[in-house]
């Protein structure tokens, strides 16, 4: 058996190993180790360790740029290095600093309140704006205290309007109200609940720092940073706070993760006329939360003209299926003056198919998002005929071109 395996080319029914090593590429270096291809030729030692000889093979992993963490802001608020910026703009009004260290407060409904206009010698960055009371927040750093100013501009008692001081080495990051209530989120991860009042009801720990936060009504809405951000994707969670101090505790849902397009940011977070969640990224698709999914209910960047403009969003009427806002042309945010121009796009899911019924389609999805949060119940009637109406047309239109 062993005369099989010899090196002997001149016996035709023997395996000359030799011969078989060179015609596959292999042969031995000088010491005598079996080496392949082009190292053949070349005199070669053998790798001292298993670590030397993988790094001979293994490759350079990809470069990965980092993405850096985004920075906390307030809905509606313009950034910081504008010389006048909005510090908030919704459905209410408009809350923003004009020259000589000033701050203005115009009311879209003179019914609400008579405008307002004060000086700002304590440097207020941070603003929340609801038809009964204005906050505003000043974020603090280490020569200066992190603090809140409470305006409720509803009531006749000038008592009723209240400053504080967070505790020394705590800031401001950012501020909310709603019906009868003030939320302030904090450096220490935070969330301060007071009444509207200054009587200090609740503080509650998130799990990570804040991204934004909105109030109305009594729900709170709160975006955080739940992780690092992986390659081209910030990694977002948010918390739904149910606050009504008569009832006791608050009732707290969350973390839980929020979708955002990939390679983009937060650009606007608020809550519908009927007290549901919604999100706007930089790629301007917005996002409503509804029986625990996100639905992406409009693609504002295929209602605008060029690549560069934006739409400026300020509110979402879900009943009527309309989005407010304010058309930019070339920027991500409107001038402080003039007074901007109010726009109205339609709620349009960026389904697959378009036309007639695309359009039935659009219909049923939003009859079908308002079944649960109806609860007056002529309009759950007329709601249900209307997704009837749809499935009937749908069918018809399957018929006729055979779908």
């Not at 003056?337 to 349009?348: D, E, F, H, R």
Request: with cysteine; net charge negative; proline share 6%.
């Amino acid at each position: 058996m062993v005369e099989l395996f010899n090196d002997d080319d001149d016996d035709e029914n023997s395996f000359s190993i030799s011969k078989i090593q060179a015609e596959t590429g292999f042969a031995k270096d000088e010491e005598g180790h079996l080496i392949h291809g082009e190292r053949a030729d070349i005199p070669s030692s053998r790798p001292t360790s298993a670590a030397s000889s993988f790094s001979e093979v293994s490759r350079p992993a990809p470069r990965v740029e980092p993405v850096k963490l985004q920075s906390a802001f307030q809905p509606g608020a313009s950034p910081d290095h504008f010389t006048f910026r909005f510090l908030a703009y919704n459905r209410v009004g408009i809350v923003k600093t004009i020259q000589d260290n000033c701050i203005d407060v115009d009311f879209h409904n003179s019914d609400t309140h008579y405008n307002l206009f004060f000086r700002n010698p304590d440097n207020y960055t941070l603003a929340a704006l609801t038809d009964k009371v204005l906050v505003l927040g000043r974020e603090g750093d280490e020569e200066t205290t992190g603090k809140i100013s409470v305006n409720n501009f509803k009531s006749h008692d000038q008592n009723k309007d209240w400053i504080l001081d967070l505790p020394e080495g705590e800031y401001v990051d950012g501020v909310a109200a709603g019906e009868g209530w003030v939320a302030v989120t904090t450096s220490k991860n935070y969330v301060r609940l007071f009444t509207a009042w200054g009587i200090q009801r609740e503080i509650i720990s998130v799990s990570g720092p804040l991204v934004s936060m909105v109030g109305s009504g009594d729900q709170l809405f709160i975006v955080i940073h739940s992780a690092y951000p992986m390659p081209k994707q910030q990694n977002f969670a948010f918390y739904s706070i149910s606050i009504n101090f008569k009832k006791g505790l608050s009732k707290l849902q969350g973390p839980k993760s929020l979708p955002i397009t990939p390679d983009t940011e937060l650009y606007w977070i608020g809550l519908s006329d009927t007290k549901l969640p919604l999100t706007m990224d930089t790629a301007g698709v917005i996002r409503m939360h509804l029986n625990s999914s996100w639905y992406p209910i409009c693609d504002t960047k295929s209602e605008m003209k060029g690549k560069m403009d934006t739409f400026y969003i300020t509110g979402v009427d879900q009943l009527d299926n309309e989005i407010y806002g304010v058309k930019c042309r070339g920027s991500r945010y409107p001038q402080t003056l003039p007074k901007p121009t109010p726009s109205i796009l339609p709620m349009q899911v960026p389904f697959c198919i378009t036309g007639e019924r695309g359009g039935l389609e659009q219909r049923l999805l939003y009859s079908t998002m308002l079944t649960p949060v109806i609860k007056d119940e002529e309009q759950d009637l007329k709601n249900r005929r209307t997704e009837m109406e749809c499935l009937m047309k749908i069918f018809a239109l399957a018929c006729r071109f055979k779908i």
